[in-house]
């Protein structure tokens, strides 16, 4: 008699409640709607009413305490004499070394951005953050990395509720002394809270920054634990640790744009990948607890210049309804239902799925993004034990292991205000114009967002969020196991250790997986990643023969 095959199986709670909560319309039972039924009007209680001042304040609130601790560590480390904590920036004493904590502002002179000449509706988010190299495609050079250049009018401030101070590194006052934690204004971005430690200059108010530091890898979850894991029986010979499939950018509604040149099918590698979960025979898929959709799933609306052209058109000849060819209100409800179909199969299977919002999906664009309506997935919420709509940021708790995640435009955006110059290649050309500088990678950028325990520190100034009052739902209270984004050009991955270290094994719960997850639709790649280990490896699936 042969014993049937069975899946591996972990625990799972959902723990995004704290992302719904500030991303709830007004109407809703929760969040900005609660306040609503308070006793304060709607007017008031409004979340578009509420200042963006609160968000800073509220986040500088929560990481203040842990930047200060990590200064004074690290100062006592160094041997340096002991500096004085300031309360406030307005209260910093000239010539004495004081240790400032507050909100990085990073201006750099708009004479050096020309005008944007797109908007957010025009282009996918990769594409509208950073631009093709083609020539002939319309360049968007605002939104390019721009290396910080205090000599071409680029300041950077400190600022808390009193006021700012202006920073400048010990290397612009010819202190070349080699510093771990140095100031580097390309390292840092608006929005993230930092402590400084440095000395203001009496003459032109100007803080000398010794060092700079930030709040660090948030501390582990009290009572977080892996025992509850549990391996998959294969054929009653072997147990297999629980595994979390990682993919993005299914392109749901479309074929992937690469396909002309490599003969690949988006949809034979989608069948591909369905076959690998679904199908007994495999021990891997069969390892498989749950599948995270990380943003993506559906195609980009058709081109918004030639919808409205198209409904000038039919109102023109009286038409009663668009053609099907331009409109993209069909081209969506197409995707989404070619996305339904594909996740209730998968579901079918009896493998959880969880569904992260994107760029593309019909959801608010403001962050925290809210899981896509009930309706929009008819045959998949059927499933009510299976399938989860989350939010977008996602964090879910697999029997212990904290996953923590997005689609990815939080780091997406943030990479462009962390530059870097090309290996081998000046900064400027002969006509005085920055070439050659790329942003920073997507690993290196995830990673930093960790060391500064924030998940999205550009937002709101560049990233768009609702204005929260009371805290900041992407300040980082407590360590993920498993970190990711999607939509991604390429798999990355690296272990940080409990001090944002990398590390090259995980020795104790401390340890974090940074993860990079590739667009599916662009190199056909998904991510396994092992929720006892955390050593992850990507499985890409190509219908042609190398």
Not at 47 to 55: G, I, M
Not at 176 to 183: D, F, G, P, V
Not at 464 to 480: A, Q, Y
Request: proline fraction near 6%.
């Amino acid at each position: 008699m042969t014993s049937a095959t069975t899946r591996a199986y972990a625990p799972f709670e959902p723990a995004w409640s704290r992302f719904h909560e500030f991303a709830a319309p007004l109407a809703s039972s929760s969040g900005a709607g609660a306040a609503a039924s308070s006793g304060e009007s709607a007017q008031n209680s409004h979340p578009y009413n509420r200042q963006y001042s609160h968000v800073y304040s509220a986040r500088l609130k929560l990481l203040r305490r842990r930047c200060i601790q990590n200064a004074q560590q690290s100062l006592k480390d160094d041997g340096v004499d002991a500096a004085d904590v300031v309360e406030r920036i307005i209260e910093v004493k000239e010539g004495a070394l004081s240790i400032l904590v507050g909100t990085i502002v990073k201006e750099m002179d708009p004479k050096r951005r020309p005008p944007v000449k797109s908007t957010y509706t025009d282009a996918s988010a990769q594409t509208f953050l950073f631009p093709s190299d083609d020539k002939k495609a319309e360049k968007q050079e605002p939104l390019r990395s721009l290396m910080f250049d205090k000599d071409k009018g680029d300041v950077l401030h400190l600022e808390d509720e009193s006021g700012r101070v202006e920073l400048a590194s010990d290397a612009d006052v010819g202190d070349e002394t080699k510093n771990a934690n140095s100031l580097d204004p390309n390292k840092v971005a608006t929005g993230v809270v930092a402590a400084v430690v440095g000395k203001v200059d009496s003459g032109t108010g100007v803080m000398h920054v010794h060092s700079i530091h930030f709040a660090g890898p948030p501390p582990v979850e009290k009572g977080s634990t892996k025992e509850g894991l549990r391996g998959a029986s294969i054929n009653d010979k072997e147990k297999n640790d629980p595994i979390l499939l990682l993919v993005s950018g299914l392109g749901c509604g479309s074929d992937s744009p690469t396909d002309a040149e490599t003969g690949a099918s988006l949809s034979l590698r989608r069948e591909m990948l369905l076959d690998y979960l679904t199908d007994p025979q495999l021990g891997d898929g069969s390892s498989i607890c749950r599948v995270v959709v990380a943003g993506g799933g559906i195609t980009a609306a058709v081109d918004t210049a030639e919808d409205k052209e198209n409904t000038k058109k039919a109102s023109s000849n009286n038409a009663t309804k668009k053609s099907g060819k331009y409109d993209s209100t069909a081209n969506v409800t197409f995707s989404l239902r070619e996305l339904d179909v594909y996740i209730t199969e998968i579901l079918s299977a009896g493998i959880p799925v969880d569904y992260i919002p994107g760029w593309n999906d019909p959801t608010n664009a403001n962050w925290p993004q809210r899981p896509l309506h009930s309706c929009l997935l008819p045959n998949s919420v059927g499933f009510v034990d299976l399938f989860r709509r989350s939010t977008n940021p996602y964090e879910s708790d697999c029997s212990g292991v904290k996953v923590l995640g997005s689609d990815g435009l939080n780091v997406a955006d943030l990479r462009r205000f962390l530059p870097k110059k090309c290996a081998g290649d000046d900064e400027v050309n002969d006509e005085g114009a920055e070439v050659k500088v790329s942003p920073s990678s997507s690993i290196d950028a995830l990673h930093q967002t960790l060391n500064i325990s924030h998940m999205a520190p550009t937002g709101p100034d560049s990233l768009p969020t609702f204005p929260s009052s009371e805290t900041d739902p992407f300040v980082m209270t407590s360590r993920p196991a498993v970190y990711f984004i999607g939509n991604c050009d390429e798999f990355e991955a690296r272990l940080v250790g409990e001090k944002g270290e990398t590390i090259d094994t995980a020795a104790d719960d401390d340890a974090t997986r940074l993860v990079c997850v590739p667009s599916f639709s662009a190199t056909g790649e998904v991510v396994l990643v092992n929720l006892r280990t955390l050593e992850c490896d990507v499985v890409s699936f190509n219908d042609v023969s190398p």
